[in-house]
């Protein structure tokens, strides 16, 4: 079965290191998405891209980057983690006619 | 920017009927979505409304648009333990996914 996958599940790291968080995704949809989850503000939207070499910034975009080299992944790079980025990250892609988002599992990223 | 509203909270006891409320503001939106979210897990697509619909029913949920007021509404029937869960309201403006918009989330705690 097509699926989207993120590694890893649960990270610690410190302040001022560099954090890349995997997606992958099987179901060969050209848009991919990151939202970071954080209790009060429900999913805010960081990055997305509608296909291969394509970025574009979300609402809270300031300290993540991301690339899209090929259909199934879209890594996101946090350059020098901060202690406001640790939250729960979610990835997801879509393709079909209704906008359905298919979520990824979450990864738990902790900034000490 | 678009706004999407949902209160925090609701407590129910199994047997009785769950309303989850929803308010937006985007009035050029054009899907409207419920997706749910178990403990340590992604989101998942419960149903989805267009914005023409006034009511969508699917087995035992209920969904009830009113545009003219930009209130949305979830209706689970004969609501069980296994509803207990985070239920997301978002709205999107075309069918791409590229700009939903979720809320807060709403937590359904189901009692015995």
């Known amino acids: 079965d097509a699926e989207i996958t993120q590694s890893p599940r649960h990270k610690i790291t410190e302040t001022g290191r560099q954090v890349t968080l995997a997606c992958h995704q099987t179901?060969?949809?050209?848009?991919m998405f990151w939202y970071r989850q954080d209790l009060g503000h429900g999913l805010r939207l960081i990055h997305y891209s509608y296909g291969v070499q394509d970025t574009n910034k979300g609402e809270v975009s300031d300290g993540y980057s991301v690339s899209r080299s090929n259909t199934e992944d879209l890594p996101l790079t946090l350059e020098s983690a901060a202690s406001s980025q640790t939250s729960v990250y979610f990835c997801?892609?879509?393709?079909?006619?209704?906008?359905?988002?298919?979520f990824g599992e979450g990864s738990r990223l902790t900034v000490l | 920017g678009e706004d999407v509203e949902q209160s925090l909270f609701l407590s129910v006891r199994e047997g009785d009927s769950s309303v989850i409320n929803c308010t937006y503001t985007?009035?050029?939106?054009?899907?409207l979505y419920w997706y749910k979210q178990e403990p340590g897990a992604g989101l998942q697509l419960l149903t989805y409304i267009f914005s023409n619909m006034d009511m969508k029913q699917d087995q035992r949920l209920t969904v009830l648009l009113n545009k003219k007021d930009k209130h949305l509404s979830l209706r689970i029937a004969d609501t069980q333990t296994g509803d207990s869960a985070i239920y997301f309201c978002?709205?999107?403006?075309?069918?791409?996914?590229?700009?939903?918009?979720f809320g807060g989330g709403t937590r359904l705690m189901v009692k015995p």
């Open positions: 997801a892609s879509t393709g079909t006619i209704t906008g359905e988002l298919f």
């Open positions: 179901w060969n949809h050209n848009n």
């Open positions: 985007d009035s050029s939106s054009t899907y």
């Open positions: 978002a709205e999107s403006a075309n069918n791409a996914g590229n700009m939903l918009t």
